[in-house]
């Protein structure tokens, strides 16, 4: 759901990209090591401990044979991310190892279920990596979602395309990985919210007949037939993906020039602070 966060990860334990890592949301994990190993947490702070002592974050660090790692409280952001190295050993589909439950590939966690990884650990001090604090993604409880107008306006009335982009909303406690449902003023649409189905972007908001948006998000449908009032910028998709129920969120609209130059930007950052990491040698 938050690419940086998740690619940092396994930056930072030096696996490739597209390792398999543990997505964790909110609080309640809990891992034994069955042997050393050098892993990583980066993204939402859910309080993690290692043996009841504070864990260190967006760092690599080793846990030896017996120790425990738990996430016993959210203290900001949704979503942490646990990388392991050599990966963690998951079941490919079509060309990726993510759990998708919606679509029946892989499993959700069990109670007592036993994790391998893929890889080796190196020896002591070879591998010593850490992203500076002021590079860190800073969580907020208030949002400024940047959206590009489209395609269905027509769909909406004035007022309701008024009503999207002068509103307060909240994220509702309905949401998931699907989409993230909203609270808030109804946008009032011409005639109605059905369209015939057609493809929807990754990021895409789709306004159903209760007037609410639903922000589509990574294991969003491929089609849909709500007309959809805007999409999500690029650039603002990770943002989303630690968003809480209950917070607030303005939508703003950019044109699609600036869309471009802002995921361009943000590329370009993460490719800089990628390659600072893995220049870090111990």
Known sequence: MDQFSYRVANVLVGNPSGAAALEITLAGLALEALTP????????????????????????????????????????????????????DAPEFLGSRSTFLKGRMGQPLKANETLSAGGFLPPAGALRRALPRHLRPAWSSQHAVRVILGPQTASFTQRGLETFLGSAY???????????????????????????????????????????????????????????????????????????????????????????????????????IVAMVEAQRG
């Open 37 to 88: 190993i050098l892993v990583a947490i980066t993204g939402a702070d859910l309080g993690a401990q290692r043996n009841d002592r504070a864990a260190p974050l967006w760092t690599t660090w080793t846990m030896e044979r017996g120790d425990r790692l738990s996430f016993p409280k959210r203290v900001s952001g949704c979503r942490a991310y646990l990388a392991v190295r050599g990966g963690f």
């Open 170 to 272: 909240s994220i509702s406690p309905r949401s998931d990985r699907q989409g993230f449902r909203t609270e808030g003023p109804p946008i009032e649409h011409v005639g109605g919210p059905d369209i015939i189905s057609d493809p929807t972007p990754l990021g895409a908001i789709q306004v159903p007949g209760d007037g609410k948006p639903i922000v589509l998000h990574r294991d969003g449908q491929v089609t849909g037939g709500y007309a959809k009032i805007a999409k999500v910028i690029a650039a603002d998709l990770d943002q989303f993906a630690q968003m809480m129920p209950g917070e607030a969120l303005r939508f703003r609209s950019v044109t699609r020039e600036e869309a471009l130059a802002l995921r361009t930007q943000a590329e370009q950052q993460t490719n800089v």
